[in-house]
């Protein structure tokens, strides 16, 4: 069942959330955590959506908080979207019309989760400093996606300028697969690995993160060099024994090379928002793996350092 509150307040909202809360006989206590997803009326359905999916797992509160009309005059409309619509969680959908939306901080807070984390996500191009947003300073962690910036490589570049711990990135949770292979495939004994190479589509986010943990992982040189995609095609470890490989050329499935072995295919889809949204929302402690690879990318590129 969905609630409609047109030109209401943030009060109005919290007293009909308890209502409906008390007429099903439960409480906000089975929610893990509020989720603050910041977009816009574009991009509200399908980050709803992977909300949702990942609430499965991790039953939440999601407030959407969705920008309208900036030079109107200052309103609230509220969509409330009980468990059951929306997964095992509540989903409050909030348009915030004129100068409201700039005090997203004040709408939100009184429809928090009592003494639960707050997550915020930007789905779409989020803040430089997302620490420093009205929304972050709510959150214990704070969930980008450079992917989607008009130049990703220098928004994700920026952002590491500005880096704190909780912050991350979901073009660094799509290579949690891919970074995993590599692992394992370290595992059996390879001699000394002297340089690697990343290639993937122009542009690619995840592919200067891949770089930057490897190279920090290593200690070794990572060349870049560009493919015709999807996203990451091929990693390639130049080891003492042979070359460690891994090729992606359809995005789909993989095959791993290894000296002495025989070729190994692997699905290696590339993954869905739903499922790295979920695998950030299993961790509310700061991603000290991503640190170090963003503190190596701060280095490189101009001598920033990361606080981890």
């Not at 409050?92 to 019309?97: A, G, H, P, S, T």
Request: aromatic share 4%; charged share 25%; net charge negative.
């Amino acid at each position: 069942m969905t609630l409609y509150l047109p030109r209401t307040d943030t009060s109005q909202i919290a007293e009909r959330i308890a209502s409906e809360r008390h007429s099903i006989g439960g409480g906000a206590m089975n929610m893990v955590l509020t989720l603050i997803i910041v977009t816009n009326e574009a991009d509200h359905y399908d980050a709803v959506h992977a909300a949702t999916e990942a609430g499965r797992e991790h039953p939440s509160r999601v407030l959407a908080l969705i920008r309208r009309d900036p030079d109107s005059e200052p309103a609230l409309d509220a969509e409330i979207r009980q468990p059951g619509t929306a997964g095992p969680g509540e989903a409050i959908l909030l348009r915030l019309y004129g100068p409201l939306g700039d005090h997203p901080d004040a709408v939100v807070t009184p429809l928090l989760v009592p003494d639960a984390p707050v997550v915020a996500w930007w789905p779409g191009q989020g803040p430089q400093d997302p620490g420093d947003d009205p929304i972050g300073r709510l959150a214990q962690r704070r969930i980008t996606d450079a992917l989607y910036a008009p130049d990703p490589i220098a928004d994700l570049r920026e952002r590491i300028r500005h880096y704190r711990p909780g912050d991350t990135d979901l073009t660094w949770t799509r290579i949690t697969p891919l970074r995993s292979l590599l692992a394992s495939a370290m595992d059996r004994p390879c001699g000394w690995v002297s340089s690697a190479e990343v290639s993937a589509e122009r542009n690619y986010p995840s592919a200067e993160l891949l770089a930057a943990w490897l190279s920090d992982q290593l200690e070794v040189p990572v060349q870049r060099t560009e493919s015709a995609g999807p996203g990451l095609t091929d990693v390639r470890l130049v080891a003492d024994s042979g070359d460690i490989r891994i090729t992606r050329p359809d995005g789909r499935l993989a095959t791993l090379s290894r000296p002495g072995q025989p070729d190994q295919t692997v699905a290696l889809a590339r993954r869905r928002t739903p499922e790295t949204l979920a695998e950030e929302l299993r961790r509310l402690d700061p991603d000290v793996v991503y640190a170090n690879a963003a503190r190596h990318i701060g280095r490189l590129v101009d001598g920033t350092e990361v606080p981890v």
